[in-house]
């Protein structure tokens, strides 16, 4: 039975390098918050039978505790406090510090669906040797892939929740993101931004090819390089 109450088994399966470090931030505020709808679920019901209507009894008003709000508050605004110290290393590292790379792909979110563009072998976009594909990522396992998003029409949100990878695609900009899978298989890209009528339709895939296999696929996609 309890099993059932963890966090973890309802979340996707990761294969993303620093997944797990994301989970673990999700578990701490998963349990605080929880702990604390408890606590006071449990003092709505105490309160609702304690202060229930009885003849005779006539109701009083009662000032707040200082003391106690300013316990509550204090307490509650360090716990906040902690959770941004122990989250800025890891926002940092996803975020700023993108790691070398040289398989980079251009993924162009637009109504309803994901343009996907590969550099080719001469690791530039926007030449000859470009190859797109609509919905379709593929990269290795055990890489860092370089993302480089953007928007042609409306806000998306490029979203990989097995590599716990959520990013929006902006119209007029481009934000780099990136990623390191950790095991071979197929994973759903969905938008996690409403962008429309057609926006529970907008679904891609990632394949995580193994070394060998993506070899294979690279070379069907440019078979003179």
């Known amino acids: 039975m309890l099993e059932y109450l963890k966090l973890e088994t309802w979340l996707p399966e990761n294969v993303s390098t620093y997944g797990a470090e994301i989970d673990f931030l ?20 105490a309160f609702l039978i304690i202060f229930r209507h ?6 009083r008003y009662v000032h707040g505790n200082t003391v106690l709000e300013i316990v509550w508050t204090v307490g509650t605004a ?3 406090i902690v959770l941004g110290i122990m989250s800025e290393p890891l926002w940092a590292r996803i975020k700023q510090q993108v790691p070398p790379s040289d398989i980079q792909v251009r ?24 190859v797109q594909m609509d919905n379709e990522l593929h990269v290795p396992v055990n890489r860092v892939v370089q993302v480089f998003l953007t928007s042609k029409d409306v806000i998306h949100s490029f979203f990989l929740p097995n590599l716990r990878l959520k990013q929006d695609a902006l119209p007029g900009r481009t934000i780099q993101a990136w990623f390191e899978a950790t095991k071979p298989g197929v994973y759903e890209i969905p938008c996690a931004e409403l962008c429309g009528f057609g926006h529970s339709g907008m679904l891609g895939y990632l394949t ?13 996609q440019w078979p003179q390089s």
């Open 26 to 45: 999700f578990y701490v505020i998963y349990y605080i918050t929880g702990v604390a709808f408890i606590l006071v679920a449990a003092a709505m019901v």
């Open 54 to 59: 009885r003849e005779g009894r006539r109701a």
């Open 78 to 80: 360090l716990i906040v």
């Open 107 to 130: 993924v162009t979110g637009k109504q309803f669906n994901w343009e996907i563009l590969y550099p080719g072998p001469d690791g530039k976009f926007e030449t000859a040797d470009d």
């Open 208 to 220: 995580v090819h193994s070394a060998k296999d993506y070899e294979k696929w690279v070379k069907e």
